[in-house]
């Protein structure tokens, strides 16, 4: 994080700065004398990062103008907002101490400080809900605690407020629906733990809330535990919804009765049963601190019971600090650091159960990964690895087994309506225990924003090393207009369907995205995705037609955006596809990577071009490092096995199809790579075998089939079915009188049959109108045959490829 550029001894306003403090996600918070009034203040400043975004400032003087109407002694006192050089800050007051969670430190607090601190909290819970305040964040780390013992509640970055004259007096006084969040990007550790039912089910908010939240605060004061504990948020999420906690009593004996009595009822799950005012909770906890005062405590538990029960807590106590103590050597002898160099982000689920709105978790999770992505010292696992794992119960530590990380990303998303609850979990697989996880209410307007704090937090909670420009590109605000940037959601759904319906489909949301904000280079990309994939290698299209408006929609995106890694990628491909500006594709492909190292599209594009160039070994490596980034995707294992058929490793060809067959048996592209594969060892039965595991239809020579069905052509050609091969070559003459034929396909029909001429003469065909298939002359098995013809090095010549 990037902290605002004020050095001790600088005067902002009539402040001088003299110490910072501390920071977090939306504040770096600095000691400063008010030289008006001769009192040292503390002043919040926003981060760098945000300093310049339109949302966080807006939260930002929200916070201040929700907490300066809270006037009490048990609430940070906010003294003004202003703003100086373009910076805005609060002024508040200067608090000396320690936070609730540091005092309580996993350890019970004493019952009269529990009893003392418990009212205090109480009564500012009180004055802010009586002027129509809602916290929705309460936890020891946000309950301050001076020296002088005074309760004190920081942090209104998650707060609600009602509208204007509508108090939360009465139970039923639930937040309108069209109010503003002000939301922090925090990421206090276990914040999840103190949630309410209502809030881990997505649902509207009231005063209520905070009294659980509340509740949940006092348990742990009593206790030093958690009433509601688990390695995940999901394990969390399920004890607050379906269990009870243990009773405080078991933890501590010396919890009274009636103190036991509160908690449960401030934690009762139905809000309708639970306390419905701060103010009955400070009436009884007064209520309990005068009888305990005067000797009156009531129905504490037996002076035997007592003994017997501190004995044995004694004695669990030794024996956990002797396991913890063996399990500390074994684990601190076994690794010598903890560090997280590799995640993957799994699909957040859609749990508001519209299959419409689907594309919304999709795209959060997507945000997510192209952002991380970006930073050059963590592996990301791509989304089509990721997504396997869409809608389906997984085992963390299994799925970073099989994906090969260290970290998982989870979360899920609610949609009411613009209402949108985002709720996001970061847990080390390798101890299955989370280390982060946070919950964000936003409309839907401001996805981007949610996919910026998420990715910024989870950042912050991993020792990856930053650089300045790491974080300012991590933390860099979207510049689409927010209806521009649904649509461009959807349009990447559709295009990861890899389907010409679902190409087709794309492009017209990456177009209305365009409409909407013409300035949208992320939609650009798209269109330009769409297009080279219309192209190169499904032929749905003449290469004319698709590859210049996938240059024009790449090119058009890098004038908006240069820093773009997406559109660098697929510029370099039109580059090599079409172009044959074979030096100029590198340079982008390159520069591709660079941008975003853990992309996988831009390492398994350039891989693409370094095998058509005949550089087999530095192709092998490249489609190896995407095939590390995205481990299950079969397109990739499937690359990664032609790679090997390129360079004449049959073996390991065979084997590696195999493998993308496992990931995607209904891929006809596999099934007849493999045979190709089969045919050059000469094993002919296994290779047409392997085309009749397909539908005729899937072998048909159609515009979308060229690829497999000249590939049969050709092993029939090869094993000497001549009858067979010219057949194939009749349907392709009958598509040609209707569609767009890539010649070079038919070119590969005559290659396996042993008539030269003829293949030439295809070539010929397909050099002129720079067929697709053209530039994989050097890699494809069917020109084996024909290599050592002057033709072949004339042709290769022509086309700039190296010989």
């Known amino acids: 994080m990037t902290t605002p550029s004020q050095p001790v001894g600088q005067t902002v306003s009539h402040y001088r700065i003299l110490r910072k403090i501390g920071g977090g996600g939306m504040g770096v918070v600095y000691e400063a004398e008010d030289l008006k009034l001769g009192r040292h203040v503390a002043l919040k400043f926003l981060p760098d990062e945000l300093a310049h975004d339109s949302q966080a400032l807006s939260r930002f003087q929200r916070e201040a103008k929700a907490a300066s109407s809270l006037n009490h002694a048990n609430i940070c006192t906010i003294h003004e907002i202003d703003e100086a050089d373009g910076r805005t800050f609060i002024a508040m007051e200067l608090l000396e101490g320690q936070t609730l969670r540091h005092m309580i430190a996993g350890k019970p607090m004493e019952i009269e400080t529990v009893l003392e601190l418990g009212i205090q909290i109480a009564e500012g819970l009180d004055a802010a809900h009586s002027k129509g305040i809602v916290h929705r964040d309460i936890k020891p780390a946000n309950i301050f605690v001076t020296n002088r013992w005074q309760a004190k509640i920081l942090d209104f970055g998650l707060a609600k407020v009602a509208s204007k004259g509508a108090g939360l007096s009465a139970s039923d006084s639930t937040i309108a629906s069209g109010e503003e969040h002000l939301t922090s990007p925090g990421s206090t550790l276990g914040t999840v733990a103190y949630m309410s039912p209502e809030q881990v089910r997505g649902k509207e908010l009231d005063a209520r809330t905070d009294l659980f939240s509340f509740g949940a605060v006092l348990y742990e004061m009593c206790t030093g535990a958690l009433p509601f504990r688990g390695d995940t948020s999901a394990l969390i999420f399920n004890a607050i919804l379906e269990c009870n906690p243990v009773a405080p009593v078991r933890l501590n004996p010396d919890t009274p009765l009636k103190l036991e009595e509160i908690i449960t009822k401030a934690l009762e799950k139905d809000r309708d049963v639970r306390y419905q005012h701060a103010s009955d909770v400070k009436a009884d906890l007064k209520r309990l601190k005068r009888d305990t005062e005067f000797g009156k405590s009531v129905a504490k538990a037996a002076p035997t019971l007592r003994w017997r029960l501190r004995i044995w807590m004694i004695a669990a106590a030794l024996c956990l600090f002797v396991v913890a103590l063996v399990a500390a050597a074994i684990h601190y002898g076994n690794r010598s650091h903890a560090s997280i160099n590799s995640l993957a982000v799994l699909p957040f689920s859609n749990t508001g159960g519209d299959p419409s709105t689907e594309y919304v978790s999709d795209g959060i999770t997507e945000g997510i990964i192209d952002r991380l992505s970006g930073l050059p010292n963590l592996k990301v696992i791509s989304r089509t690895s990721a997504f396997r794992y869409k809608q389906r119960e997984i085992d963390p530590q299994k799925v970073a087994k099989d994906l090969g990380v260290e970290a998982l990303v989870t979360g899920r998303v609610v949609q009411h309506g613009n209402d949108l609850a985002v709720s996001a979990e970061l847990v080390d697989a390798r101890e299955d225990k ?99 994939d219309l192209g190169g290698g499904f032929a749905y299209l003449p290469p004319k037609e698709n590859f210049l408006k996938a240059k024009a929609a790449a090119t058009k995106a890098l004038e908006i955006d240069d820093s773009l890694a997406e559109a660098h990628s697929e510029l370099g491909w039109t580059k090599w596809q079409y172009d044959w500006d074979w030096s100029g594709a590198e340079k982008e492909s390159k520069l591709a990577i660079e941008l975003k190292p853990s992309s996988a599209i831009a390492h398994f594009r350039y891989a693409e071009y370094l095998m058509v160039m005949g550089r087999f070994d530095d192709g092998l490596a490249e489609i190896n490092r995407a095939q590390d980034i995205d481990p299950l995707s079969a397109r990739i294992v499937g690359a990664f096995a032609f790679h090997y058929l390129a360079a004449h490793r049959y073996d390991d060809s065979v084997a590696q199809f ?71 070559l009749q349907k ?72």
């Not at 005729?696 to 090869?718: D, F, H, I, R, T």
């Not at 590969?748 to 003829?758: L, P, Q």
């Open 658 to 728: 195999k493998k993308a067959i496992d990931l995607d048996p209904h891929l006809a592209w596999f099934h007849a790579e493999l045979a190709w594969a089969y045919a050059r060892k000469g094993m002919f039965a296994q290779a047409i075998a392997e085309y009749e595991k397909l539908s005729p239809k899937e072998y048909a020579a159609s515009p979308e089939n060229q690829v497999v069905a000249s590939g049969l052509g050709w092993v029939y050609g090869m094993a000497g079915k001549r009858t067979e091969a010219l057949r194939i």
């Open 732 to 803: 392709f003459n009958e598509l040609s009188s209707r569609s767009y034929v890539d010649f070079y396909q038919v070119g590969a029909i005559y290659a396996g049959m042993g008539d030269k001429d003829r293949a030439f003469e295809s070539l010929e065909k397909g050099h002129i109108e720079r067929s697709d298939g053209m530039v994989y002359i050097k890699a494809d098995p069917f020109w084996d045959g024909l290599r050592s013809d002057p033709r072949y090095a004339d042709l290769m010549s022509r086309m700039g490829l190296p010989q």
């Open 434 to 532: 989370q280390l982060w996880g946070e919950q964000y209410s936003r409309k839907v307007a401001d996805i981007t924003s949610v996919q910026r704090e998420i990715a910024t937090a989870i950042s912050g909670n991993l020792s990856v090393p930053l650089t300045s420009e790491d974080k300012t590109r991590l933390a860099k605000p979207s510049t689409m207009n927010a209806e521009s940037y649904q649509l461009y959601l959807k349009g990447r759904f559709y295009w990861n369907r890899g389907t010409l319906e679902g190409l087709q489909k794309g492009i017209e949301y990456f177009e209305q995205a365009i409409e909407k904000d013409p300035g949208n280079a992320q939609a650009y990309a798209g269109l330009a995705s769409c297009y080279n």
